[in-house]
């Protein structure tokens, strides 16, 4: 049976539902006497840095794990739980992942899954009140969130700096339907971090989600009271400039740990209608009372959505639900809804060549 130090490991997030999944994910590797509990905390192209409660360790990952891995289109994140081999002398090994109880990913360019980080309670979803302003964005992080059932909480930052802080704040509050928990915040300020303390208790995993500049390293060295590098936006168009490179995790005085993410210049979702309806209850709950049952909330009569639903919030609702449909499509289904689409462009085509002869 392995030996772990569970007042250590809690510093880094472990409850007692981990504990005994990685009991059981050990068992299967009882003839190996330098087992170790570790949680990932940076991950690197070749290596991997994983923290066992109380040290720091660089680690290699196991050919056959990162096979198995590649071949379920998944890899090791920020924030997994697993068990490394191993001692100082020899180097450490990461030999087994214990599969995530949440976990965060999104499509790259390609359409292959990329993954954020995993093992999260809570994703402190980070928007400064200036040019980093933008509702539909903050849609988009949020049915990412709500697809991985993982708790959110909004955080305007630069409060201190905007002229009009508390009439942002009741502009998300008013589209959102006061669904999820929302501050304005000055990043800086002990009070940020006073605000959040019902979901910074030992144990807890928070990951920072934001674009560049919006103020996530700030409020990260708020809440660990340390130091990592801050920097300016820019003034031609105040965006960001990657301070964070790189996704990490940290731990707070009060026993909860903070996973600080670089800014996402492009968050493609990967989810299916199910998981986007959870993100806009209020539109689905509403479109039970329109007058048809197929209703697409566009120009129908008698549609309740239409009726009491922001449009802007519709109308971005309706393009997650495209992205979300084409994310389901196999590879047959898009080569035969390219070939319907070709067929009614040459229709049209020809019409116009009959109407102008």
């Known amino acids: 049976m392995i030996n772990f130090d569970f007042a250590s490991l809690r510093l880094i997030g472990l409850t007692p539902v981990i504990a005994n999944q990685l009991h059981a994910l050990a068992a299967n590797h009882a003839e190996d006497a330098t087992l170790q509990m570790v949680r990932i905390t940076e991950v690197h192209r070749d290596s991997l840095v994983a923290h066992n409660g109380m040290n720091t360790m660089q680690a290699r990952v196991l050919p056959r794990l990162l096979h198995e891995l590649a071949a379920g289109d998944d890899s090791l994140a920020v924030g997994d739980w697993g068990l490394l081999s191993g001692n100082a002398a020899s180097g450490y090994h990461f030999i087994a992942r214990m599969p995530p109880l949440t976990h ?10 990329q993954a954020l980080a995993s093992n999260i309670d809570t994703a ?12 539909r964005r903050l849609e988009r992080y949020l049915a990412l969130v709500h697809a991985a059932e993982v708790a959110a909480v909004i955080v305007l930052t630069k409060a201190d700096v905007h002229e009009d802080a508390p009439s942002r704040l009741a ?7 006061a669904s999820v928990p929302v501050f304005a915040v000055n990043g800086q300020s002990s009070m940020a971090a006073d605000l959040l303390t019902p979901w910074m208790t030992a144990g807890q995993t928070l990951i920072l989600l934001g674009s560049s500049g919006a103020g996530k390293s700030t409020l990260t060295n708020t809440l660990t009271s340390s130091s990592q590098d801050t920097g300016a936006v820019r003034a031609s168009d105040g965006r960001g ?3 964070t490179t790189a996704r990490s995790l940290h731990l707070c005085p009060d026993g909860a740990c903070i996973i600080d993410t670089p800014g996402l210049r492009t ?23 329109c007058q048809f049952r197929d209703c697409s909330h566009q120009s129908e009569p008698g549609c309740a959505v239409r009726a009491q639903v922001d449009e802007d919030r519709l109308k971005n609702y309706q393009k997650l639900l495209r992205e979300a449909r084409r994310n389901q499509q196999t590879p047959l289904d898009r080569i035969a809804a390219r070939s319907k689409w ?3 462009m040459r229709s049209v085509k020809e019409r116009d060549r009959v109407k102008r002869g």
Do not use: C, P, Y
């Open 104 to 113: 965060l990913a999104r499509r790259n360019n390609e359409g292959r899954q």
């Open 124 to 135: 402190l979803l980070v928007m400064g009140l200036d040019s980093d302003f933008n509702l």
């Open 171 to 177: 502009e998300v509050e008013q589209r959102l339907s």
């Open 241 to 243: 400039q990657h301070t």
């Open 267 to 289: 968050l493609q979702l990967n989810l299916d209608e199910e998981a986007l309806s959870a993100s806009f209850a209020d539109i689905d709950a509403l479109a039970a009372e």
């Open 342 to 344: 070709k067929v009614l």
